[in-house]
């Protein structure tokens, strides 16, 4: 169990500075945080305040505030597109984006039954990886300076037979936006930090836990959220990594396939690099090749799992892949029981010798036991392999981009991320990479990626220091960055390398006890699967 109380720590005073109309970016020399570097959102010449405290040494907090209401957004009504005649694929489900024909067509119906409609071409930025360009249309209808009148235009669309939702045009993305946003920056230098940064699931990895419980548990000084986890419990066991999870030098969730990982290490210092994984099971002589690690079999959030996965191996995020023939292990830190269901289940007290081959899956293990899995074809080689009394070896490798083995110390955490977002101290933004392209749906793209969304990124800059950033959205009050957005925005903090985590209504900021950024979702702060923490010197 990942737990630690420890005592707090003081708050020295604020200090607020005003910047103006100064360069967006620091320099390609100069890629450590720079406080005279104003964010590169927007024209030039807004007004941003950044207000700095000491919450304990060698670990500051900076809130950055950009730009005003811009006068120039409104709300709308954004209708769904159904297949159409025109549509390459008239059975199609109604989505937000579609050809220009699709949407001219919906458009026009629109217009005829009253409503004020009009088609409009959305274009990416290119990224690393992604050529960008024409994204797809979208139809809107009106121009609204209030969310409640377009949520009554939207009922009388509904009402007219169509499909559609509210949005707000600053989370468009246009680069001539005048904000507001607001950001929040954990910077921990490992020169002058005594403390631990660390990475926690809670009590168990199949339950969700709030950031401000995680912290508060811990006594941390401050913390935010951390990787992608499983929502649905369609998609596996809610609260488990979608992604690599590593926890004291343990991996408890394996990678997916060569997407990056945060590496956390206790005395605040961090990496960013791409794992992929392996893992078997071994007795007299025969091998098993595992497949997963602490999760559900069957269910691979996010992709990136092995061959013979449907509908793809390689990574696909927000998309949970199937295989019916697994072999996943359990530890003790899965939870309370293992998952149930059809095949069998090998129970390995804490010397991996089998107690018992269960028929059914699930239940739960003895103390400091594990278990394995297997479903389908793998029923029979782990029924053969699995004797009672006989010792089973179970290995895990990790290796980074260059096939090198990661052997993480017991002061070690990683937690998964993606896409990448700085790399070497320029821009290097990999969505096609990391999953974030899906074939033949762009409105996925356009509303994850494209849009502006809240976001939770982290980093290190050349001076060695770890930063930890949160930008609200989804409100007027702050637009929240698009992805692209989000790299130039870690550039200009100074980072060298970067990389974004989970993030939407995930994005949460806690510092003495306190949430201090407005998490998006209608019903507050969002139980998350694990958080990362700056635990105060230990004592």
Same mark, same amino acid.
């Given at each position: ?83 159409? &005649?025109?549509?390459?694929?008239? &059975? ?66 509904? +009402? ?33 930090? =005594? ?12 339950? =969700? ?93 996010? %992709? ?16 949970? %892949? ?118 033949? &749906? ?10 502006? +969304? ?57 510092? +003495? ?27």
């Amino acid at each position: 169990m990942k737990k630690r109380r420890l005592g707090g720590a003081a708050v020295a005073f604020g200090v607020v500075l005003a910047v103006t109309g100064l360069p967006a970016q620091a320099s390609a020399g100069n890629r450590t945080a720079d406080a005279r570097a104003t964010l590169p959102l927007g024209p030039a010449g807004l007004a941003e305040t950044r207000t700095t405290q000491t919450l304990q040494p060698g670990v500051t907090l900076t809130r950055i505030v950009r730009g005003a209401v811009d006068p120039a957004h409104h709300w709308t009504v954004e209708a769904s597109i159904p297949g159409g &005649d025109t549509s390459p694929d008239p &059975d199609a489900p109604p989505t937000t984006l579609k050809d220009k024909a699709s949407a001219d067509e919906l458009a026009a119906e629109l217009r005829g039954d009253g409503f004020d409609a009009r088609a409009e071409q959305v274009t990416t930025p290119r990224t690393t990886d992604y050529a960008g360009g024409t994204l797809g249309w979208r139809v809107r209808i009106g121009s609204f300076t209030s969310q409640s009148a377009a949520a009554t235009e939207r009922i009388r669309v509904i +009402n007219a037979g169509y499909r559609g939702s509210v949005t707000y045009t600053g989370w468009d993305g246009a680069t001539t936006d005048r904000g507001p946003w607001r950001l929040d920056v954990l910077t921990i230098d490992p020169r002058a930090f =005594r403390g631990t940064l660390d990475a926690t699931y809670g009590p168990d990895i199949e339950n =969700r836990e709030t950031v401000s419980a995680l912290a508060g548990d811990a006594g941390a000084v401050a913390a935010v959220n951390a990787g992608f986890f499983v929502l649905d419990p369609r998609s596996g066991a809610p609260g488990d990594p979608a992604g690599v999870g590593v926890f004291d030098g343990r991996l408890l969730s394996e990678p997916v396939s060569g997407r990056p990982g945060l590496v956390v290490r206790d005395g605040g210092r961090a990496q960013i690099t791409r794992l992929t994984w392996e893992g078997w099971v071994t007795a007299r002589g025969t091998t098993l090749t595992l497949d997963g690690v602490n999760r559900v079999p069957g269910l691979i959030r996010n %992709c990136g799992g092995s061959e013979g996965d449907s509908p793809t191996s390689l990574p696909l995020h927000d998309v949970t %892949c199937t295989n019916p023939d697994q072999l996943v292990a359990f530890t003790q830190e899965y939870g309370a029981n293992t998952p149930q269901g059809e095949g069998v289940e090998a129970v390995l007290d804490s010397r991996g010798r089998v107690l018992e081959l269960r028929s059914v899956r699930g239940g739960p293990l003895p103390s400091g036991g594990s278990s394995i899995q297997a479903t389908g074809r793998q029923v029979a080689g782990l029924t053969a392999l699995a004797r009672p009394g006989e010792r089973l070896r179970l290995e895990t490798t990790l290796r980074d981009d260059q096939g090198r083995r990661v052997t993480p110390s017991p002061g070690t955490d990683i937690v998964n991320a993606g896409p990448e977002l700085v790399r070497d101290g320029r821009l290097h933004v990999t969505p096609a990479t990391d999953g974030m392209v899906h074939p033949g &749906d762009p409105s996925w793209y356009y509303g994850w990626v494209h849009k502006r +969304n809240p976001r939770t990124l982290a980093g290190t800059d050349a001076a060695g220091r770890t930063v930890l950033v949160t930008a609200d959205g989804r409100s007027t009050a702050s637009l929240g960055l698009s992805i692209t957005e989000s790299a130039k925005v870690a550039r200009s903090l100074g980072l060298r390398d970067a990389a974004n985590l989970d993030g939407g209504g995930s994005t949460t900021m806690v510092a +003495n006890g306190q949430v201090i950024n407005d998490p998006s979702d209608a019903a507050g702060e969002r139980p998350v699967g694990d958080a990362l923490l700056i635990l105060p010197r230990r004592r």
